[in-house]
């Protein structure tokens, strides 16, 4: 009974905020706007929530007392799974281009680019501890360090790719000496603040970067110095493999270079983790006074972790002039932070395969969403739905975040949460929050 | 031959606030000497201020012939001194293997079997407890976690703040065991601040009374449990 008038509170507040969202719509008539109403997509939603609610309240009881052991196994599975899902995942990527559907290697181009970043991210998030929320400036840095050099010194892709890195880290730096003091929410602040001057200063700084007019023409990366060029002239792949230049040629080029970009920065990450350095990361994410005791030089360690964390959003950031031809600053805003950070959050802070998975969901599963939407809408030919069904790719944030709160209820830390031990003496075990819990770790 | 550390006239401050007032001390080679005083006495800060964070506003602190009054506190870590820091403060998330290892990191060390294995023999308990994350540890077991830490860079002069805090009388008895076997069989000089008055004079050689800042007394470890003040000040009540 109690489940009843729980799920009835709770269709009622759904009620409250739903009836502005999905049951007021305005359509232009004659003299302006017209307020539609849709009380049937409404009631659907309502009736949803008040489902919802009684299903998880019936569940309540259940597994309330088997939770424990069940996270434990469940924490053992996915690390066991990991040893499967590494190797499959790598395969998938790697065959990804055979499929010849461009869209298919568009979408995965965006995810790996994601991919990157937020292991770039994960280095100064995840291993040094420090919450940095603009990291798209880094992003922007490298993109406009590679589209300045190419359009006013014609320079190419692979001699500007490290100039790129080398001045986003530079950047990481200069970000990284104010903020040595700083922790927690004032670095977080700090940051942000960082990003924002970033992209306000591109906006404004016409004469070098044209403003919000972007750079246009910004050259393609070669492959040993051979162009994807249509034409078919000498010195262009066409030319030399003596086949038909296409579109496709370039795009599947590009996106085994982003795939091995993404490779470099996670094996530089894995490698760094077995450091000193890396060590010293992980230790001053624990406790900064307890590094200090132990001779660490807190400062150096802090910048390395800024400086090489933003060398691979400064690599990326070419990476992504060099495949748009084209960027303005609207492509470097706080959401892109946003995403990013969220990407390393949702992955669980640390794990290199929490991230991938986690980038793969949110920008491959909201795009995979989107398509599903408008499928669903266009299998519902009932008119009761009619005024809905078209409009259901534009549910699919509400999905999203619906779906992103439910899995920070389920996992608070992450998807993959358990972590393997960087150093281990004898036998690598898994340390796992369910273990660590019982006081198993 | 100089002694190991010596302070003369060190004063230091947070802020506006003076919490050591012209401190005195000499620490010989091989000497384990303990340092007593109440809540607020600055046991801890001297103790950090030898550390350099924070820095000695005025006097002199010398290690080994060598004034290191205003260098950064790394580059002072590595001069072989190892510091325990008061609440432990070890590293949670990370295994005790590789806590351990944190602590060699410092002296650039790459052979860390030996100090491994030194710091298993004196603590069997954390060889036990190897792959477990250091936040899992029992309160006396953190705290050996944290002493074997700061001997894995093998160090002339060790640092302990408050090694007893929190712990069970009969733990306290372990630790304090442990470092009279290591001062004796590696003549290792320990300076220990300490609040257990009572077992620490004991283990000591020598001990400094701390209060407001200041030095007021100072003896082998025998002379200052003898006298009467000490006994009321902080011995009431009896530890024995």
Redesign the interface.
């Known amino acids: 009974m109690t489940a009843l008038r729980d799920a009835f509170l709770s269709a009622l507040v759904a009620l409250g905020l739903f009836a502005p969202l999905v049951g007021l719509v305005t359509t232009s008539g004659e003299h302006g706007l017209l307020l539609e109403l849709r009380p049937i997509a409404t009631a659907v939603v309502v009736g949803l929530v008040f489902l919802g609610r009684l299903i998880v309240l019936s569940r309540r009881g259940r597994t309330r007392t088997a939770s424990a052991p069940s996270n434990r196994a469940l924490a053992e599975k996915v690390s066991k799974a990991g040893k499967y899902v590494t190797p499959l995942l790598l395969v998938a990527a790697v065959a990804l281009p055979f499929t010849g559907s461009r869209y298919y290697i568009d979408l995965g181009t965006l995810v790996l680019t994601y991919i990157m970043l937020g292991w770039g991210l994960n280095i100064v998030v995840g291993l040094a501890g420090l919450l940095d929320l603009g990291y798209v400036a880094f992003y922007a840095v490298g993109a406009y360090s590679f589209a300045l050099l190419a359009t006013n010194f014609g320079l190419g892709f692979w001699t500007c790719l490290p100039l790129a890195g080398i001045l986003a880290a530079f950047a990481g730096v200069m970000l990284g000496f104010p903020v040595l003091r700083l922790r927690g929410d004032y670095l977080a602040i700090v940051t942000l603040a960082f990003g924002e001057i970033i992209r306000v200063v591109l906006i404004n700084w016409v004469s070098l970067t044209n403003g919000p007019n972007g750079i246009t023409g910004i050259p393609r990366p070669t492959l040993f110095g051979l162009a994807f060029s249509m034409d078919g002239g000498p010195g262009t792949i066409a030319d030399f493999f003596n086949v038909e230049p296409a579109v496709i040629q370039r795009i599947v080029f590009l996106y085994y270079v982003i795939l091995g970009l993404a490779l470099l920065t996670n094996w530089v990450s894995l490698r760094l983790r077995r450091m000193?350095l890396g060590?010293?990361w992980?230790?001053l994410?624990?406790?900064e006074?307890?590094?200090?005791?132990?001779?660490?030089?807190?400062r150096n360690t802090k910048l390395t972790a800024f400086g090489i964390g933003a060398m691979f959003g400064g690599f990326a950031g070419a990476f992504f002039a060099t495949r748009q031809a084209f960027i303005s600053p609207e492509s470097f805003t706080f959401i892109e932070s946003a995403t990013v950070l969220a990407i390393v959050v949702l992955g669980g802070l640390g794990s290199q395969l929490g991230v991938a998975l986690a980038a793969i969901v949110m920008v491959g599963g909201l795009e995979t969403l989107r398509d599903f939407l408008s499928f669903l809408g266009d299998q519902m030919n009932s008119p009761l739905f009619s005024g809905i069904a078209s409009e259901l790719p534009l549910y699919r944030m509400l999905i999203f975040g619906l779906a992103l709160v439910v899995m920070m209820v389920l996992r608070p830390r992450g998807l993959v949460s358990g972590?393997t031990?960087?150093?281990?003496?004898?036998?690598v075990?898994d340390?796992a929050p369910g273990l660590?819990a019982r006081?198993?770790? | 031959m100089t002694a190991l550390l010596s302070l003369t006239g060190v004063t230091a401050f947070y802020g506006a606030i003076q919490a050591l007032r012209g401190i005195d001390l000499t620490v010989e080679r091989g000497e384990i000497v303990t340092l007593i005083g109440a809540n607020g006495a600055g046991k801890s800060t001297l103790m950090m201020t030898i550390?350099g964070?924070p820095r000695a506003r005025d006097g002199q602190i010398v290690h080994d012939g060598q004034d290191i009054t205003q260098w950064?506190?790394?580059?002072?870590?590595?001069r072989r001194i190892?510091?325990?820091?008061e609440g432990r403060?070890?590293?949670?998330?990370?295994?005790v293997?590789?806590n351990l290892?944190?602590?060699a990191?410092?002296?650039g060390r790459t052979d860390t079997a030996d100090g491994l294995e030194q710091v298993f023999t004196l603590f069997p308990r954390l060889k036990e407890r190897?792959?477990?994350?250091g936040?899992?540890l029992s309160g006396g077991e953190q705290q050996m976690l944290a002493i074997g830490?700061?001997l894995m860079?093998r160090p002339t002069l060790l640092l302990l703040d408050e090694p007893s805090l929190g712990l069970a009388p009969l733990v306290v008895r372990q630790i304090f065991g442990a470092i009279r076997d290591l001062n004796r069989t590696t003549g290792l000089t320990v300076l220990l601040v300490e609040q257990n008055a009572y077992q620490a004079l004991r283990l000591a050689h020598r001990g400094y009374v701390l209060v407001n800042g200041s030095i007021t007394m100072a003896g082998t470890g025998s002379e200052l449990l003898a006298r009467p003040e000490i006994r009321a000040a902080y011995l009431e009540g009896g530890h024995a």
Do not use: W, Y
């Not at chain 1, 006074?289 to 807190?298: D, K, P």
């Not at chain 1, 031990?421 to 036998?427: E, N, Q, R, T, Y």
């Not at chain 2, 190897?130 to 994350?133: E, K, L, N, V």
């Open positions: 000193p060590r010293a992980e230790a994410r624990e406790d006074v307890a590094c200090r005791s132990l001779g660490i030089n807190v972590r031990p960087s150093v281990a003496l004898h036998k075990r340390i660590v006081g198993r770790g | 550390c964070s950064p506190t790394h580059l002072i870590m590595r190892a510091q325990a820091p403060r070890i590293f949670n998330r990370m295994t293997h590789e290892l944190m602590g990191e410092v002296a190897i792959g477990q994350r936040g899992t830490r700061a860079s």
